[in-house]
């Protein structure tokens, strides 16, 4: 675990204070509320640079 990122908050939270840019994988494997959305972005600091990932869904 890189340091810094251990202590109080939610791996988000923790990454987020050590990290400028932090990827979301779990958007990969499924879709997350609008309001997880907000709450994520509630969580970080202003500028983090979030990237999420999403699976291309088949719309046949």
Same mark, same amino acid.
């Given at each position: ?12 939270? %923790?990454? +987020? ?12 494997? !499924?879709?997350? *509320?609008?309001?997880?959305?907000? %709450?994520? +972005? ?12 999403? !699976?291309?869904? *088949?719309?046949?």
């Amino acid at each position: 675990m890189p340091a810094g990122t251990g202590g109080a908050g939610t791996h988000l939270e %923790r990454y +987020a204070r050590v990290f400028r840019c932090v990827e979301i994988t779990s958007s990969f494997y !499924r879709s997350h *509320s609008v309001a997880t959305y907000v %709450r994520w +972005a509630g969580a970080t600091p202003a500028g983090l640079d979030a990237r999420y990932t999403a !699976r291309e869904l *088949s719309l046949r």
